[in-house]
């Protein structure tokens, strides 16, 4: 056999062997490296659905998992009894870790009531399913509210714009009982109000008839608006009322007395004349009086 052959056959082999080690050392390291690795995992609570605002949350929502306890979400329960039975005021995607933020308090109460900020209320009006647009109002959206009825004095039926702006908390129906007593189905949507709105969404809500205008949430703009009556919708244009004040009228002011000045005596009458013509000359004599003091 070539000796050439064989030194060339040789030194590939060990340059093969040199690869090879080389390469088993890398894949030992990282190997080694990977069971170097922490092992220090922590349970984190999870959760099993969606959980949507106002839900009170039940084991069955609830799953474990495992994660690094140096990559422990802050905020977050390692232990389902932390969580059971509190409301939640932010929803909750599935397999997203509970927090501390979007849970209420133990025992704060259920539904709604946990999610109203101090100072607010919620209010639930009565609405159509066609003109309260109860089917596409999700919570979270803002609404502006129009109230349709007739006024104290007046002649028509006006619309008006009483709120704006005013944020969805839940929609869906309740039960309520008709003029027989019957139960029906009744559209309802409830919003967040300052206690001033809430006076005026009960009375709007039992004078007259709701109707709910949807708005773009970005939009935070209030309007300024007059109402409509029954009257404009056919081209004819309102006499409005000026409205009458309480207030009583001014009393009118006294006018200035201005000073009495004495009238000056009438003058003395004329006394009768008399034109006398002789001849060229033309003289005028006094009827009544004397020339000299001794004639008669």
Do not use: C, H, W
């Amino acid at each position: 056999m070539d000796r050439r052959f064989l030194t060339v056959l040789g030194v590939s082999l060990l340059f093969a062997l040199v690869i090879s080690s080389v390469f088993y050392q890398m894949t030992a390291r990282a190997g080694s490296s990977k069971k170097a690795e922490p092992t220090d995992l922590k349970d984190v609570v999870l959760a099993a659905r969606p959980l949507s605002v106002g839900t009170t949350v039940k084991p069955a929502d609830l799953k474990l998992g495992k994660v690094p306890s140096a990559a422990f979400p802050k905020g977050a329960f390692s232990k389902a009894e932390e969580v059971i039975d509190r409301p939640v005021i932010s929803n909750v995607l599935i397999d997203e870790p509970v927090l501390e933020g979007r849970l209420a308090a133990r025992g704060s109460g259920l539904g709604l009531a946990p999610i109203i900020p101090v100072g607010m209320r919620a209010v639930t009006v009565r609405v159509n399913d066609v003109t309260g647009i109860s089917g596409f109002v999700l919570p979270g959206m803002r609404v502006d509210v129009l109230v349709t009825g007739r006024p104290p004095n007046s002649d028509g039926t006006i619309t008006a714009t009483v709120l704006q702006n005013m944020v969805v908390l839940s929609a869906g129906t309740a039960i309520q009982a008709d003029t027989r007593g019957n139960a029906i189905q009744a559209a309802t949507v409830t919003l967040l109000a300052t206690p001033e709105q809430a006076e005026t969404l009960t009375l709007a809500n039992t004078e007259g008839r709701i109707q709910l205008v949807l708005r773009n949430g970005s939009d935070q703009t209030i309007e300024k608006t007059a109402g409509r009556e029954v009257s404009e919708l056919y081209g004819v244009r309102p006499v409005r009322k000026k409205p009458e004040s309480d207030a009583p009228a001014p009393r009118p002011r006294p006018q200035p007395v201005a000073a009495v000045v004495a009238a000056p005596p009438p003058p003395p009458p004329p006394p009768d004349q008399i034109v006398v013509i002789r001849g060229t000359t033309k003289t005028v004599e006094v009827v009544g009086v004397n020339r000299n003091p001794g004639d008669k």
